[in-house]
């Protein structure tokens, strides 16, 4: 139990996530010719199912989750804590868009997307961890003469 290295592991989570949700949503905007700001990762409004704009960001999001179950196997390494930092990175996700936003998200929408997007990244996570976990170790065998 090492809490410096699971805060690190968090910090490292929530960059790469935000990293991945830019990456996304960058392209899908300059394809489809939208300004992009920081409101479109951090207030719920933005995500819907009525316009092109709320279905880029859902699909942004999704991508993102996606991206997250590799990087939860490649950060945390363990099927065991998967589900734990999924959940704390969506937790953090949810106060930064609380305290942007100044108001708690009340969306449907939203929370539909959060709550698929954090199962995805988390069986998809969990997934990945567990086939690592079960590759065979590799045993040295000196080489005969």
């Known amino acids: 139990f090492d809490p410096v290295l699971i805060a690190y592991q968090i910090v490292c989570l929530q960059c790469f996530f935000y990293l991945s949700m830019a990456v996304f ?5 300059a394809i489809f010719d939208f300004k992009i700001s920081l409101d479109h990762f951090f207030i719920p409004r933005f995500i819907n199912f009525i316009s092109v704009i709320g279905w ?4 942004c999001s999704l991508a993102s ?3 997250g179950a590799y990087l939860l196997s490649i950060i945390v390494e363990k099927s ?3 589900v734990d930092f999924t959940f704390t990175l969506y937790f953090i996700h ?6 942007y936003h100044q108001q708690f998200p009340l969306d449907w929408e939203w929370w539909l997307v959060i709550v698929v997007s954090s199962v995805m990244m988390a069986s998809i996570g969990e997934y990945i961890c567990s086939r ?3 590759e065979d170790i590799p045993l040295y065998t000196p080489p005969f003469d």
């Open 56 to 59: 880029i960001e859902t699909a």
């Open 94 to 99: 949810i106060v930064i868009c609380t305290f």
């Open 25 to 29: 949503l960058s392209l899908l905007y």
């Open 65 to 67: 989750a996606i991206v």
């Open 132 to 134: 690592n976990e079960l």
């Open 80 to 82: 065991k804590k998967c």
